[in-house]
Antibody, heavy 120, light 107 residues
Framework: EVKLLDSGGGLVQPGGSLRLSCAAS????????MGWVRQAPGKGLEWVST????????YHADSAKGRFTISRDNSKNTLSLQLNSLRAEDTAVYYC?????????????WGLGTLVTVSS | DIQMTQSPSTLSASIGDRVTITCRAS??????LAWYQQKPGKAPNLLIY???SLESGVPSRFSGSGSGTEFTLTISSLQPDDFATYYC?????????FGQGTKLEIK
């Protein structure tokens, strides 16, 4: 059974940093690209970042470029998202998600999410 | 960036109704489109991928259709468990983008 356990969220002041983690199990982690999607309170879903299976390629939304860094440790089956220079508009539930490749790549499993609140 | 527009934003329906949600893309997606269901306080759940492929374990009352820039999600006979918010998402190219969501409410 695929399991994704997000953690690391919390309350942080504007300009601060936070590191989110996602512990994966139930599949061969280093075979799959992974990503992060966020959802601001009462709002829709927003893709944030993607990392390839081997970690050599990453993609970030414009809202994340220069501030967020996605990484993975395939030896520990762990995905991370480093959040720097946080702003109030970054307040959201952050979900880690696994990709499946079937022609194109789409999210097939999601973590439960971890809440990041940026406020003074 | 590819813009995704869902309609309606809210849909009121009754148990047993057939409902359709539409998703329009600003560019041809070559069918690289997925549909997700999300219930309050929960993570999204994959329903449909590649526009019309039903995810394993998803009830057959859910179906997806369309091509190019216009897609639909149909629920053939609404069940109590189906009242939720539905999102379409394109995975044709980065940045991946979602529709704004359709909230399906009980009439």
């Amino acid at each position: 059974e695929v399991k994704l356990l997000d953690s690391g969220g919390g309350l942080v002041q504007p300009g601060g940093s936070l590191r989110l983690s996602c512990a994966a199990s139930g599949f061969t982690f280093n075979d799959y690209a992974m990503g992060w999607v966020r959802q601001a309170p009462g709002k829709g879903l927003e893709w944030v970042s993607t990392i390839s299976a081997g970690g050599g390629s990453t993609y970030h939304a414009d809202s994340a470029k220069g501030r967020f860094t996605i990484s993975r440790d395939n030896s520990k089956n762990t995905l991370s998202l480093q959040l720097n220079s946080l702003r109030a508009e970054d307040t959201a539930v952050y979900y880690c998600a696994k990709f499946r490749y079937s022609g194109g790549t789409f999210f097939d499993y999601w973590g439960l999410g971890t809440l990041v609140t940026v406020s003074s | 960036d590819i813009q995704m527009t869902q309609s309606p934003s809210t849909l009121s329906a009754s148990i047993g109704d057939r409902v359709t949600i539409t998703c329009r893309a600003s560019q041809n997606l070559n069918n690289w489109l997925a549909w997700y269901q999300q219930k309050p306080g929960k993570a999204p759940n994959l329903l449909i991928y590649k526009a019309s492929s039903l995810e394993s374990g998803v009830p057959s009352r859910f179906s997806g259709s369309g091509s190019g820039t216009e897609f639909t999600l149909t629920i053939s006979s609404l069940q109590p468990d189906d009242f939720a918010t539905y999102y379409c998402q394109q995975y044709h190219s980065y940045p991946y983008t979602f529709g704004q969501g359709t909230k399906l409410e009980i009439k």
